[in-house]
């Protein structure tokens, strides 16, 4: 059965990025569409193409959402129109990068906070009514993995993906008796041109990027399932969230400012190989290894209540050895970190394995 059938949702920021391909996706699904961004004109030859591949209908509404209440004003003409919105993404926003203190505008991240903050919290607040009302509806946020570690150099911009994955938190308890839900999704760096629009050009965060089709998928499956949040992406984006939680933070900011820092030169690379890059290498090593060990243990404990004498020991021994690379792992970085992140992976599988197993013999 088609279940988006009649259905319709409405993005923001369609017109390019992860919102372009959540759009695709919604519409090779049957959805209708309301495009929401300033390049009108993109959205429009969108809207045409959407209406000739899927035969579905694509409403256009080129709006500057950094304006005051352009979000209301996005609201009144969705119902001039007559439609009902079964699924609000907020996906557009922006970033601005460079140092608090003296090196971005305040004119910028005025707007920033207006788009990435007041106008996911206004739209939200004017179709969720709506939703609940009718005890209907689904709501995707774009927060981001800086939602929850810092993010020096882009500090005003991870505020903001803080306020929305809180914001988001707080109100999937506040829906849990409807049936409306409301996910967060966290993405690591992504091949949009997000950052080149920040003004962060030549970081080494643009290093290893996300495909932006791979995240939209992984946000697609999570809202249709109703999940609370999904970070995108294999074991590393989920072991920076993880690391997030448990290590200190001091670590995970200079972790941060290190990846979002322009690359060196060629002739700098060699220096740089020195001591900068090992203090945070270090940093990185450190906080990957307290994430595995806290990831580990949660596993080993499950595994351990269920286990042998002689397995008993052997999680132990596995544990302490874990414990004491996290604590030495300065000593081979990045390499160490990897190392433990995969051991701690296999604990994890094998700690379900037993849980699985335990449940398994309490139901027969
Ligand atoms: N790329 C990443 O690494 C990354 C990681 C985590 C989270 N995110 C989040 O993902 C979302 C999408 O970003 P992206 O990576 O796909 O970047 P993108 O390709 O630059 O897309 C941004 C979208 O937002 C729209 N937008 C920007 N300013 C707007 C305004 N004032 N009013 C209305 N629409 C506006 C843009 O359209 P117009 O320019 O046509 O207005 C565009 O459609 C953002 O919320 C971002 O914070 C991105």
Known sequence: MNTSAGKTALITGASSGIGLELAKLFAKDGYNLVLVARSDDKLQQLA?????????????????????????????????????????????????????????????????????????????????????????????????????????LMAVYAATKAYVYNFTQSLINELKDTKVTVTALLPNATNTDFFNKAGATNIRATDQVDDPAMVAKDGYKALMAGESKVVPGGLVNKMYEVMAYVAPQEAVAAMMRYNNEPKAEPKEQKKEEG??????????????????????????????????????????????????????????????????????????????????????RAVN
């Open 275 to 360: 001591s900068d890059k090992a203090a945070n290498s270090s940093a990185l090593a450190w906080g990957l290894g307290i994430a595995a060990v806290a990831v580990a243990g949660v596993a080993l404990a499950v595994a351990y209540s269920n286990s042998s004498v002689v397995d008993k020991w052997r999680y132990k021994y596995k544990l302490g050895k874990l414990k004491w690379k996290a604590s030495r792992g300065y000593a081979h970085a990045s390499d160490e970190a990897v190392d433990l992140v995969s051991e701690a992976s296999k604990a994890v599988s094998n700690g379900l394995d037993n849980l699985r197993q335990t449940v398994a």
């Open 48 to 152: 045409n193409r959407f209406n000739d591949d899927y035969g579905i209908e694509t409403t256009v509404i080129g709006k500057d959402l950094s304006e005051e209440d352009a979000a209301q004003d996005v609201y009144n003409q969705v119902r001039e129109k007559g439609l009902t919105i079964n699924v609000l993404v907020n996906d557009a926003g922006v970033g601005a990068y460079g140092k608090f203190a003296n090196e971005t505008e305040w004119e910028r991240e005025k707007a920033l906070i207006h788009l990435n903050v007041l106008a996911t919290t206004q739209m939200t607040k004017l179709f969720l009514k709506e939703m609940v009302e009718r005890n209907e509806g689904k709501i995707l946020n774009l927060a981001s993995l800086v939602s929850v570690t810092p993010f020096p």
